[in-house]
């Protein structure tokens, strides 16, 4: 499986984003695996579409992907409070994070602490 961050998402719904193609490469070239994002993730990622009333499409353009909405385990507020406090990112990425740990799955982002916050728990990453 991968995780997609936001950064991911957000670049593949818009085509004037830098990271645009690069998402784009990363979810044509994910050799079928299965792709998952957290709920949390999944609400950073539909806001400017929301703001523009464009909700339903970007919605949609997720559920082409099969990108799959990752629950959170019940167990989830201490072992994310130990990511928060460990890593000092922010708690959206630490949800990242945590998908990713729960299912030892590759994290996909852009965004270069996350990714190495994930590499040091010993996380596979891409790009």
Do not use: W, Y
């Not at 070239?29 to 929301?50: C, D, K, M, Q, Y």
């Not at 922010?90 to 982002?109: E, H, W």
């Amino acid at each position: 499986m991968i995780i997609l961050d936001a950064s991911v998402l957000i670049a593949h719904l818009d085509d004037g984003d830098k990271h645009h193609e690069k998402a784009r490469a990363i979810l044509e070239t994910s050799g079928g695996e299965n792709l998952g994002a957290s709920a949390i993730t999944l609400a950073e990622t539909f806001v400017s579409p929301a703001r523009a009333g464009h909700l339903e499409a970007a919605e949609s353009a997720v559920r082409q992907l099969g990108v799959e909405e990752i629950v959170i385990g019940t167990d989830a507020a201490g072992r994310l409070a130990t990511l928060r406090a460990g890593t000092r990112l922010k708690m959206p990425d630490c949800c990242v994070l945590l998908a990713a740990l729960d299912r030892q799955a590759v994290l996909a982002s852009f965004d270069l602490p996350l990714l190495a916050a994930a590499r040091e728990l010993g996380l596979a990453t891409a790009p």
